[in-house]
């Protein structure tokens, strides 16, 4: 919608003065600080990218590195199918911290950039490095309460007497 294309073009111009090495929205020109205005909607009309697909791996767990729409993410990446990558936020990629610095890395070396809607402010100096790899630790810790909660409270169904567990097979 209207936030996510707002959202990229923000990226997009960052990435842009970032290059120039104006750091932060408030060192670009003047005329860049409304986002509705002229000289906007200019640079994203110059700078407009196409949707080459979608990555989505409904029904796979982040835990894991070995997902459907993931390995075909990571081999479109290899084949430089696409420029960037919108990625919701970094527990969406990766409940794995190891994981995500592997998927991280592998856009970084096909010169990918990994956009996470979630961090505006993510870029890929020490300050952005720090924030997903914090960010990513806490998905792995989140991950583990929650297999933790799981398991306990299977055990004190089955205490009580419960049958525990998914559909009959049969």
């Known amino acids: 919608g209207e936030g996510l294309r707002r959202h990229a073009v923000f990226d997009a111009l960052d990435v ?5 090495g104006r750091r932060g929205w408030r060192e670009w020109p003047a005329k860049y600080h409304d986002p509705d205005g002229k000289a906007v909607r200019h640079f994203a009309k110059e700078q407009a990218h196409s949707l080459v697909d979608e990555y ?5 767990s982040g835990e894991l590195l ?3 729409a993931l390995d075909r993410l990571r081999d479109d990446a290899k084949k430089k199918t ?3 990558v919108l990625i919701y936020s970094p527990d969406r990629l990766a409940r794995d911290l190891v994981y995500q610095g592997v998927v ?3 856009l970084k070396r096909a010169d990918i950039k990994p956009i996470f809607l979630s961090l505006p402010s993510a870029d890929d100096g ?3 490095r720090l924030q997903l790899n914090i960010l990513g630790s806490f998905a792995e810790f989140e991950k583990a309460l929650i297999l933790e909660r799981t ?3 299977r055990l004190h169904k ?3 007497g419960v049958v525990v567990g998914g559909q009959a097979l049969y």
Do not use: Q
Not at 16 to 20: G, K, L, N, Q, V
Not at 56 to 60: A, H, I, R, T
């Open 16 to 20: 842009h003065f970032r290059s120039e």
């Open 56 to 60: 989505v791996d409904d029904g796979f």
């Open 66 to 68: 070995a997902r459907p």
């Open 82 to 84: 696409f420029e960037g």
């Open 104 to 106: 991280l890395n592998e």
């Open 126 to 128: 020490p300050f952005g």
């Open 151 to 153: 398991r306990r409270g």
């Open 158 to 160: 089955a205490g009580r």
